[in-house]
């Protein structure tokens, strides 16, 4: 019928008015600065790693004036999480997961720590001193030497001890 026909344009009508009227306001588009400070991934490559070093002996300085009161002494964890020791143990009843028994790449630990760490400051520290304390926590466990200097060249190089169990289902490995 020709009045019901009007009554739904002019309800369609109304409704499209209003999706009109209700347009988000979406703000401005980031400026390059702003796209700079968050693009700040690390992939396993560690292609865009920035450059800096940092020694075992800094990264104890390092460690023990920005980490140690939340990830206890040496990395052995309390109050916070522990991210040293461990290896060997995640195929046993009682796998302790830490950065350096879990992680595959010390690359995702420059990464994680630049981006996170320490929790109430997180990106205060100089790549310098992130590469430092890199090298201070794997040589806890021996992963690098006593001596290791580690840098945006080195980093990619440290094989973590899991580095190859990780499993990818997709696509299916043959059987
Ligand atoms: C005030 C406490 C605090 C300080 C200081 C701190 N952390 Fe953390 N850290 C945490 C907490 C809490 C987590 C867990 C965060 C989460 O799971 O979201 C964490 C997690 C981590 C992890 C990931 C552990 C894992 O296995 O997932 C790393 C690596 C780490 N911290 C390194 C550091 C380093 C290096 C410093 C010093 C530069 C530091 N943290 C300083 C509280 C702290």
């Known amino acids: 019928m020709p009045s019901n026909r009007i009554l739904i344009a002019a309800v369609l009508g109304l409704c499209l008015a209003g999706t009109a009227l ?6 401005r588009v980031a400026t390059p600065d702003e796209i700079a400070k968050q693009d700040i991934t690390i992939g396993p490559d560690g292609a865009t790693l920035p450059p800096g070093a940092g020694s075992v002996a800094d990264g104890l300085a390092v460690y023990e004036a920005n980490c140690k009161s939340c990830h206890g002494d040496k990395g052995a964890g309390g109050p916070m999480d522990r991210l040293t020791g461990g290896i060997g143990s995640l195929t046993s009843g009682t796998p302790v997961k830490t950065v350096a028994s879990y992680w595959p790449y010390a690359t995702t630990i420059f990464d994680y720590v630049r981006r996170a760490m320490p929790y109430p400051a997180p990106q205060s520290l100089t790549s310098d001193e992130i590469y430092a304390v890199i090298a201070y926590l794997l040589s806890i466990d021996k992963i690098v030497p006593e001596d290791a200097v580690l840098s945006e060249k080195t980093l990619a190089q440290v094989r973590m001890p899991n580095r190859d169990g990780f499993i990818s289902y997709y696509p299916k ?3």
């Open 173 to 175: 490995p043959p059987r």
């Open 22 to 27: 209700a347009q988000p306001r979406l703000g």
